[in-house]
């Protein structure tokens, strides 16, 4: 019993904590009396020892509020969202402890951790709403090993699982990207709601407002309470246009005095509603005076018309404006760009010199590289700008030929993915500057898309619609069941129709064909023209593109 209580005393001058220290007080009491006392009196003395360092252990741990000596990392500030809590790791720091002693309790009820270097880790995974007590503590013995804590922390946290309840308003119809667009709705425990960039506050009642500068591409709605708790809903504001009545005019075509008071006659007799005017042709000409400056450098800008004078002119009688841009058949850039070094810009044999195609030994430029790219898409923002309402880009393709044969530098993936990427590239800032987007295609791209890299679904997603350039004269005998297309315009527009509409489900786009009147191989007059629109109305498809590249029309007053 002496090398016992001597033990104890010894203990107390080690350590430095209150209970330590009264334990070898006492202990040291007890070595007194037992000195006096000899040993009748020891088995006497040794119980009250006993039972006083109890009583003295529970007493002064009794008055320690918390443990302390360790620390957690991990919790967020705030009250915790389910998102939140999910992916939340919660790290006890040893502080020089070996972490396989750490105990852990989650309120109240011991949980297991991980132990990781010098730390325990611990994932709560899903918890219910509350609030609760997380503990971290490493067990110390007292006395005979029991009733006592040492070194630990407690953190106490709130969770909340439940999300906001969104109801909105669809917003109603709109004629043009340059409306705006007002969103309305209720969000019940919300304290904010955004759509992109936007968000305010809503107000008592849940109620919110939105004013969007023109209808969202692809946009939700987000409402978010204070734990981060989200409730999200699509918007769909849709852009009604009236049916489109348009025939094709070039730049040249528009400044000829006569072809252009035609073009005004058929816009008063109530025959077209559109007229679809150059911004660039197939030379690559910008037929008006252009900003953009690679346009300038290149040397592309011809100011056959005066763009905004023929806006005002148009919209004045009521008119709407398609500007068409000539993508990437483009023989002013490409000779250009070659000429300057820029090789990487143009499309190349595998011989490393321009792909030469029918329209040229050197005509197409790289629609895989940036600055191709960028110089369609900042014509469109600029003709959009100046109040173009709406843009058509044509030859959005690869040239004809083999595949094989053909070298886009730079490019990461496949044509027929790039043109479509394209497409998503230009798609905001177009509607931004208040523009429709819609592109020319060709007729066979909706059964043969890899053909000239031009995949219906896939360039769907992206446009307001479809332009399939459906003209009799191009399709060859046979084909959909016709066995003369040229000769049987409604047949052949009727039956090509049917593949493009089902490859448009599922998207926003809207159909509106290429019709042809011209002659080629069979005279066209108005009557052929007027079967192919008949065509196109009893397939469902509302709406005309007329294509002559002499600007002369057979278009009957409907």
Same mark, same amino acid.
């Given at each position: %019993?002496?090398?016992?209580?001597?033990?104890?005393?010894?203990?107390?001058?080690?350590?430095?904590?209150?209970?330590?220290?009264?334990?070898?007080?006492?202990?040291?009491?007890?070595?007194?009396?037992?000195?006096?006392? =000899?040993?009748?009196?020891?088995?006497?003395?040794?119980?009250? /020892?006993?039972?006083?360092?109890?009583?003295?252990?529970?007493?002064?741990?009794?008055?320690?509020?918390?443990?302390?000596?360790?620390?957690?990392?991990?919790?967020?500030?705030?009250?915790?969202?389910?998102?939140?809590?999910?992916?939340?790791?919660?790290?006890?720091?040893?502080?020089?402890?070996?972490?396989?002693?750490?105990?852990?309790?989650?309120?109240?009820?011991?949980?297991?951790?991980?132990?990781?270097?010098?730390?325990?880790?611990?994932?709560?995974?899903?918890?219910?709403?509350?609030?609760?007590?997380?503990?971290?503590?490493?067990?110390?013995?007292?006395?005979?090993?029991?009733?006592?804590?040492?070194? =630990?922390?407690?953190?106490?946290?709130?969770?909340?699982?439940?999300?906001?309840?969104?109801?909105?308003?669809?917003?109603? /119809?709109?004629? &043009?990207?340059?409306?705006?667009? %007002?969103?309305?709705?209720?969000?019940?425990?919300?304290?904010?709601?955004?759509?992109?960039?936007?968000?305010?506050?809503?107000?008592?009642?849940?109620?919110?407002?939105?004013?969007?500068?023109?209808?969202?591409? =692809?946009?939700?709605?987000? /409402? %978010?309470?204070?734990?981060?708790?989200?409730?999200?809903?699509?918007?769909?504001?849709?852009?009604?246009?009236?049916?489109?009545?348009? @025939?094709?005019?070039?730049?040249?075509?528009?400044?000829?005095?006569?072809?252009?008071?035609? @073009?005004?006659?058929?816009?008063?007799?109530?025959?077209?509603?559109?007229?679809?005017?150059?911004?660039?042709?197939?030379?690559?000409?910008?037929?008006?005076?252009?900003? @953009?400056?690679?346009?300038?450098?290149?040397?592309?800008?011809?100011?056959?018309?005066?763009?905004?004078?023929?806006?005002?002119?148009?919209?004045?009688?009521?008119?709407?404006? @398609?500007?068409?841009?000539?993508?990437?058949?483009? *023989?002013?850039?490409?000779?250009?760009?070659?000429?300057?070094?820029?090789? +990487?810009?143009?499309?190349?044999?595998?011989?490393?010199?321009?792909?030469?195609?029918?329209?040229?030994?050197?005509?197409?430029?790289?629609?895989?590289?940036?600055?191709?790219?960028?110089?369609?898409?900042?014509?469109?923002?600029?003709?959009?700008?100046?109040?173009?309402?709406?843009?058509?880009?044509?030859?959005?393709?690869?040239?004809?030929?083999?595949?094989?044969?053909?070298?886009?530098?730079?490019?990461?993936?496949?044509?027929?993915?790039?043109?479509?990427?394209?497409?998503?590239?230009?798609?905001?800032?177009?509607?931004?500057?208040? /523009?429709?987007? *819609?592109?020319?295609?060709?007729?066979?791209?909706?059964?043969?898309?890899?053909?000239?890299?031009?995949?219906?679904?896939?360039?769907?997603?992206?446009?307001?619609?479809?332009?399939? %350039?459906?003209?009799?004269?191009?399709?060859?005998?046979?084909?959909?069941?016709?066995?003369?297309?040229?000769?049987?315009?409604?047949?052949?527009?009727?039956? &090509?129709?049917?593949?493009?509409?089902?490859?448009?489900?599922?998207?926003?786009?809207?159909?509106?064909?290429?019709?042809?009147?011209?002659?080629?191989?069979? *005279?066209?007059?108005?009557?052929?023209?007027?079967?192919?629109?008949?065509?196109?109305? +009893?397939?469902?498809?509302?709406?005309?593109?007329?294509?002559?590249?002499?600007?002369?029309?057979?278009?009957?007053?409907?």
């Amino acid at each position: %019993m002496n090398n016992i209580l001597m033990k104890i005393a010894a203990t107390a001058r080690r350590r430095r904590d209150s209970r330590a220290i009264s334990e070898g007080k006492l202990a040291r009491a007890l070595l007194d009396r037992f000195r006096t006392t =000899g040993h009748r009196r020891l088995a006497a003395v040794v119980v009250t /020892a006993v039972l006083s360092i109890l009583v003295a252990s529970v007493t002064i741990s009794s008055v320690q509020a918390e443990p302390e000596g360790l620390t957690v990392t991990g919790l967020p500030d705030g009250t915790i969202s389910a998102a939140t809590l999910s992916a939340m790791t919660l790290r006890v720091d040893a502080e020089g402890h070996d972490p396989a002693d750490i105990r852990l309790e989650l309120d109240g009820e011991p949980v297991d951790g991980r132990v990781d270097g010098g730390t325990v880790v611990y994932r709560p995974g899903s918890l219910p709403d509350g609030e609760h007590k997380f503990t971290a503590e490493i067990p110390v013995g007292g006395f005979f090993g029991f009733l006592r804590t040492g070194p =630990g922390v407690s953190e106490v946290f709130t969770v909340d699982n439940e999300a906001p309840t969104l109801t909105v308003t669809q917003p109603q /119809a709109v004629s &043009s990207y340059r409306q705006p667009v %007002m969103v309305r709705g209720t969000a019940t425990g919300a304290d904010r709601v955004a759509i992109g960039t936007q968000s305010v506050t809503p107000a008592d009642d849940g109620s919110f407002e939105i004013t969007m500068p023109r209808a969202p591409t =692809g946009a939700e709605i987000v /409402a %978010m309470d204070a734990a981060g708790n989200k409730a999200t809903q699509a918007i769909s504001a849709a852009i009604e246009t009236p049916k489109i009545s348009s @025939v094709h005019v070039t730049a040249y075509g528009w400044a000829h005095e006569g072809l252009r008071e035609d @073009v005004l006659n058929m816009v008063r007799d109530g025959r077209i509603n559109t007229v679809q005017l150059d911004i660039k042709d197939e030379d690559g000409v910008v037929g008006y005076d252009s900003q @953009v400056p690679l346009a300038r450098e290149s040397g592309a800008v011809e100011p056959i018309y005066d763009a905004p004078a023929t806006l005002r002119q148009l919209h004045d009688m009521g008119v709407r404006v @398609v500007g068409r841009i000539v993508a990437f058949r483009d *023989s002013t850039m490409a000779e250009w760009a070659w000429n300057s070094g820029r090789t +990487d810009w143009v499309i190349q044999n595998p011989y490393g010199q321009p792909y030469a195609s029918k329209y040229g030994a050197i005509a197409f430029t790289n629609f895989a590289n940036p600055e191709m790219r960028k110089y369609n898409i900042d014509l469109a923002v600029e003709a959009a700008k100046l109040g173009f309402d709406g843009i058509m880009y044509d030859y959005i393709r690869r040239p004809d030929g083999a595949l094989s044969q053909m070298v886009f530098p730079g490019a990461t993936e496949s044509p027929t993915t790039s043109i479509a990427e394209f497409l998503r590239e230009s798609r905001d800032p177009v509607r931004d500057a208040g /523009a429709d987007l *819609s592109a020319a295609v060709f007729g066979v791209a909706a059964t043969r898309p890899d053909e000239i890299a031009q995949d219906i679904p896939l360039m769907s997603k992206y446009v307001d619609y479809i332009a399939p %350039m459906l003209y009799p004269s191009h399709w060859n005998p046979g084909e959909y069941g016709v066995a003369n297309p040229n000769s049987q315009p409604y047949d052949i527009v009727f039956r &090509s129709l049917q593949d493009f509409r089902k490859q448009t489900q599922g998207t926003s786009a809207k159909i509106v064909p290429w019709l042809q009147d011209f002659s080629l191989g069979v *005279s066209y007059g108005s009557g052929e023209v007027t079967a192919q629109i008949d065509a196109a109305r +009893d397939a469902g498809v509302d709406g005309f593109f007329l294509w002559s590249p002499t600007v002369t029309y057979h278009l009957a007053a409907g």
